[in-house]
């Protein structure tokens, strides 16, 4: 399910808009050093790479350390950063995370997708309310169009705070 929504998000970037990947476990990876690159052709192909070598080979659902990254990276100036989380599980330290998420809410919505059997359902709502984003949870065997659509068209939306 991540690896069908991730293409989907991929593929219906605007050109130019600024992006990147961070995958996330028990430590996290991203596509890019900086906080965000240019979506272009080269770097969409890069994406496009991760996207189908990736697995679920970084441990647990760990998401303070990455957030964290990126409320130490400033948004682009005259810009609001949008946050398109997957996530098939649940973190020890809510409270911490949606903390740091609502103290980045002014610069940022995260639109949070749970994946799968059992997602944290507090986790997933919390991370969207907490930012002014929305959320959906994606069951096993479902299709993931529907979801990722509805959730692109909102965060193409201007952000109101």
């Not at 970037?13 to 600024?18: D, I, R, T, Y």
């Not at 599980?89 to 919505?109: A, I, K």
């Not at 299709?143 to 659509?149: E, G, L, R, T």
């Amino acid at each position: 399910l991540a690896r069908q929504a991730m293409v989907l998000f991929l593929k219906s970037l605007p050109v130019n808009c600024q992006f990147n990947i961070i995958r996330f476990g028990s430590d996290y990876r991203t596509l890019f050093n900086n906080v965000t690159e240019i979506y272009n052709k080269q770097n969409a192909r890069q994406a496009e790479q991760l996207i189908s070598q990736m697995s679920a080979d970084l441990g647990g659902t760990e998401l303070l350390r990455p957030l964290q990254w990126l409320q130490n990276q400033a948004p682009v100036i005259g810009h609001s950063r949008q946050i398109l989380l997957l996530t098939d599980g649940e973190v020890s330290n809510v409270t911490e995370v949606m903390n740091l998420c609502r103290s980045m809410s002014t610069s940022t919505r995260i639109f949070s997708f749970g994946l799968g059997h059992s997602p944290s359902r507090s986790l997933i709502k919390g991370l969207a309310r907490s930012t002014n984003g929305r959320f959906t949870f994606i069951p096993p065997g479902t299709s993931v169009d529907v979801h990722v659509a509805e959730q692109l068209q909102k965060a193409h939306e201007p952000c109101i705070t």
